[in-house]
């Protein structure tokens, strides 16, 4: 599961990359030149079974491109950004993979984590520490269910219901 959202990550970053160095933006030609040659490079290393190059390369035209000031070029997203554009991206390879009793677990227990959490989250008069505990196992409860580990998710998913139920929440 971890190879699958690590090849998304590399597949969003070259379909990033692809509509940016299509698109018309007037910025230096020579800079996005050599971007359009580092992605091509990237594509062939992932292509030849190399995705660590392809990474780094692709972690090198986000260098590139902030040193050449193109106010245009994608940005680094931050790590929840990344995670669930990943996320997104694998949907479709998991769906893939995975046993069909298997993605309908793991659905269930999104759609019951997605409720549960959003219910705490709007309670009224939760102290700090209760809301990072949210945040906590909700994060946990979401890696457990990119990993396809229904067991781990189910477990989280009731630590968040006793949080609930401690808050006077209906999970």
Not at 60 to 79: F, I, K, Q, S, T
Not at 148 to 156: D, V
Request: aromatic share 6%; with cysteine; proline share 6%.
């Amino acid at each position: 599961m971890y190879k699958i959202m690590l090849d998304a990550e590399l597949s969003k970053a070259f379909d990033v990359w692809s509509g940016y160095l299509n698109a018309r933006t007037g910025e230096d030609p020579q800079a996005r030149a050599r971007l359009r040659s580092t992605l091509q490079s990237a594509r062939e290393a992932a292509a030849a079974g190399d995705p660590e190059f392809a990474r780094a390369l692709v972690a090198e035209m986000y260098d590139d491109a902030r040193e050449a000031g193109l106010p245009w070029a994608p940005v680094l997203p931050g790590p929840c950004t990344a995670d669930r554009e990943a996320r997104d991206y694998a949907k479709d390879d998991l769906r893939e993979v995975l046993p069909v009793h298997l993605r309908d677990e793991l659905d269930g227990i999104a759609i019951f984590l997605s409720v549960t959490g959003r219910r705490l989250r709007a309670a009224p008069g939760l102290d700090t520490a209760t809301h990072q505990d949210i945040l906590y196992i909700t994060a946990r409860a979401g890696m457990a269910l990119d990993l396809a580990h229904p067991t781990a998710a189910r477990r989280e998913l009731e630590r968040l219901k006793a949080i609930a139920r401690r808050c006077g929440v209906e999970p």
